[in-house]
């Protein structure tokens, strides 16, 4: 299933929008035609309730889409290149390329988000208020989405990172420390204690028979699994930082026919020899690679009737890097290609392979070494 649609361009930044930001406009059309604004405006009719709870939805998710063109905005004028920008159930994220190179940088680049939000909570406020004598449904919309954006600043500003609230924080102990990995480490865990803290007020609220506390968990739980992804990112791009391909690559791989069955390819070759990767093709002609990764996701019964021609990475396929590209370059076009391995190639010539799980043990070697 596709996971996100592109729809549209704003500034030179595709806007896409996630499968699961329609269950959250549904939800909350449909929160907002059925029980918000009938229970506060009893007597406006059912097409207009349905009117202004999908024009309040497309407003909250414009005001979504300001929000992180701020932090876009700003960014881009630091230099940073910001690909997309994705709207999903809980707001949005921008893809800014890399990460800010000064404290003060990203200070201003997560303030700008919630002040953002603030002004529109302002700007939807006074609107309200000229409404009021014109048209009560919009002016009820106003107010909502007035509500709506300052809960979307004070909740972005929770000091958990990647949250803007807890970019400020990581920057403030960035300044202060000069190590951006030990900030974002601390930024990391106190966002996985706020989380925590959220998780449990959730759970205390229901145990007290207010389900409004679903609404907590399920915060405290996207702000965990965030707070946790955040920090390896971090990790994974500053432990690659500098690390280039001929340094990751291993250069003692061998060469076997395509025609051979995986069978074969696993008891001669890979147990054997104790190898994980190796190169497919008749004398000097590559015809790709294939590696534990490929064999591992093929069912086992199958091993004995497939080639290995079959399940490798044809050559078509492969990007081949040059020995000087870098690590976390690598890695990230490994991921968002979905294949296992590069071949690193000097004059045309194959000189090394790649593989994901050897940058990821690279990767765990180094954390474990504390360097
Ligand atoms: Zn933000």
């Known amino acids: ?25 549904i939800l909350l059309t449909w929160a ?9 405006y009893p007597d406006w009719g059912t097409l207009m309730y349905w009117m202004i ?23 881009k004028a630091q230099g940073e290149e910001v690909r997309r920008i994705t709207l999903f159930i809980l707001g949005g994220v921008a893809q800014i390329s890399e990460e800010p190179k000064k404290p003060w940088k990203e200070l201003t680049m997560a303030l700008v ?25 919009l002016k009820a919309s106003f107010l909502y989405l007035a509500i709506i954006n300052f809960i979307l600043a004070v909740f ?20 202060v420390t000069g190590n951006l990995k030990k900030a974002t480490h601390i930024a990391s ?20 028979g207010d389900w409004s506390g679903f609404w907590l968990i ?5 702000l965990h699994s965030a707070a946790v992804r955040g920090y390896q990112q971090v990790t994974v791009e500053s432990t690659l930082k500098g690390v280039r391909a001929k340094e990751l690559m291993r250069e003692d791989f061998e060469r076997i026919s395509g025609d051979i069955l995986v069978q074969e390819l696993v008891d001669k070759f890979i147990l054997h020899k104790r190898e994980r990767v190796f190169l497919v093709g008749d004398g000097q002609l590559l015809q790709g690679i294939v590696c534990l990764e490929d064999v591992k996701a093929i069912p086992r019964e199958k091993w004995t009737v497939m080639t290995v021609a079959e399940i490798m990475t044809p ?10 590209d870098d690590g976390s370059t690598i890695l990230n076009s490994l991921t968002a290609k979905d294949i296992h391995q590069v071949p690193v190639v000097e004059e045309g010539k194959v000189t090394g392979i790649i593989c994901r799980s050897d940058i990821l043990r690279y990767i765990q070697l180094r954390s474990e070494l504390d360097i």
Not at 189 to 208: E, M, N, T
Not at 218 to 222: E, I, S, T, Y
């Open 113 to 137: 988000g919630p002040s953002a939000s603030i002004v529109l909570a302002f700007g939807f406020f006074v609107m309200s208020f000229f409404m009021a004598g014109f048209s009560e449904p």
């Open 218 to 222: 399920f915060v405290g739980w996207f």
């Open 53 to 75: 709870g999908i024009f309040t939805s497309l407003s909250m998710f414009a005001s979504v889409l300001i929000h992180e063109l701020a932090h876009s905005l700003v960014a």
């Open 156 to 175: 972005n500003l929770l000091p958990g990172f990647p949250m803007d609230g807890g970019r400020v924080l990581r920057a403030l102990i960035w300044q």
């Open 189 to 208: 865990r106190v966002g996985q204690g706020v989380a925590f803290l959220l998780l449990f007020f959730g759970v205390f609220q229901i145990l007290r």
């Open 315 to 324: 050559k078509d396929k492969l990007e081949a890097v040059s020995p000087d």
């Open 1 to 25: 299933m596709k996971h996100s649609w592109k729809i549209g361009k704003i500034f030179g930044i595709d806007i896409h929008i996630d499968s699961s930001w329609f269950v959250i406009f």
């Open 32 to 40: 907002l035609a059925n029980s918000y604004f009938p229970r506060q």
